[in-house]
């Protein structure tokens, strides 16, 4: 019974070192100069003068509903919570209240 841990332990040892040196290979082929990652995310804010970029995470303020917002990207896809669709049901509530009070 011994054996077959041993020869456990050997061979997660051979995995592993497997394994750190292709992190170390990818991190060699993505490195990025810290300067020029931030000179690319802020040509980025120009779009949307209200966000502000935090990495991959942009804050943002909507001024209809008065509610900050959080943008997340990740590859190709962004995430916004809450959505625009949050934003526009609370605007129309939010009217229909204003309505509702004024008759």
């Keep these: 019974m011994q054996l077959n841990r041993l020869e ?4 997660s040892q ?17 490195k990025v ?4 990652q931030y000179k690319n995310a802020q040509s980025k804010v120009v779009e949307k003068e209200n966000d502000v970029i ?3 995470v942009k804050f943002g303020y909507n001024e209809e509903t008065n509610e900050f917002f959080v943008r997340i990207q990740r590859g190709d896809t962004e995430y916004q919570f809450p ?10 509530l939010m009217e ?5 009070t004024y008759k």
Excluded at 8 to 11: A, E, L, T, V
Excluded at 96 to 100: F, N, R
């Design 8 to 11: 456990m332990i050997d061979q």
């Design 14 to 30: 051979v995995e592993h070192v497997a394994k750190i040196s292709k992190i170390e290979e990818a991190e060699a082929k993505t």
């Design 33 to 36: 100069d810290p300067e020029e």
């Design 54 to 56: 935090l990495d991959n």
């Design 83 to 92: 959505t625009e669709d949050m934003f526009k049901l609370k605007k129309n």
């Design 96 to 100: 229909a209240y204003k309505e509702s």
